[in-house]
């Protein structure tokens, strides 16, 4: 791996960065810091975060980031909802695994998603990375489902996107946003390790 030339363009992309590209990766980073903690200030941070990535993707035509971005908005106020109103009786909303029949939903959910973007893409419009923007929407597309429903498995999809999204945004220019992705990489990992452990906590208590 060529690290000075990872260090030269990650100074050179914080150099040319906007201002409005930086605002985007704090919030985004704080998102995925609160979603870690399951705190509920992950959707206002995140909400402010996608809707400037909605600006950023349509510049550089990244149309599925784009959309999946208005996607994260609308999920975001979902998932607040969600969170904030917990079953009668309880505290909070539980962290829990997925059953079959949800894991089923969520391959359906990915493999649709993913053709129907690619099929969107492809037909109309100008995107030059058809498969590889469409596949980072699809996974990210089923994580964001996940995460406003709890779900420990959510962290596996945004690995998943996380991982593909580094290249991705390498590719396009955007290195600070890459650079972005691979924190993002880094944080998904300890967040499954810690919605694994709460989700055992809570099983132990209501078994």
């Known amino acids: 791996m060529d690290w000075q030339y990872i260090l030269e363009g990650l100074q050179t992309g914080i150099q040319e960065m906007s201002w409005l590209e930086a605002v985007a ?18 959707f206002p941070t995140g909400i402010i975060s996608t809707l400037i990535y909605v600006w950023i ?3 550089v035509r990244l149309y599925a980031d784009m959309g999946i971005n208005g996607y994260y908005f609308v999920m975001s106020i979902v998932g607040w909802y969600i969170w904030s109103h917990p079953r009668p009786g309880k505290a909070s909303v539980p962290v829990t695994w997925l059953g079959t029949r949800g894991m089923v939903n969520a391959l ?22 058809p498969y590889w923007d469409s596949f980072t929407t699809a996974t990210a597309f089923v994580g964001m489902w996940l995460m406003a429903k709890k779900k420990v498995e959510n962290w596996i999809a945004w690995i998943i996107t996380d991982v593909v999204s580094v290249p991705l945004y390498l590719y396009k220019g955007l290195l600070l946003t890459s650079f972005q992705f691979l924190v993002f990489t880094v944080l998904a ?9 709460i989700a055992k906590v809570y099983a132990l208590k209501n078994g």
């Open 108 to 129: 359906l959910l990915l493999l649709f998603s993913y053709v129907t973007l690619y099929f969107v893409l492809h037909t109309f419009t100008d995107s030059d990375v």
């Open 25 to 42: 990766v704090f919030f985004g980073l704080a998102s995925v810091y609160y979603s870690m903690k399951e705190n509920i200030l992950v």
């Open 57 to 59: 993707c349509f510049q």
């Open 189 to 197: 990992v300890m967040g499954l390790i810690a919605w694994i452990r």
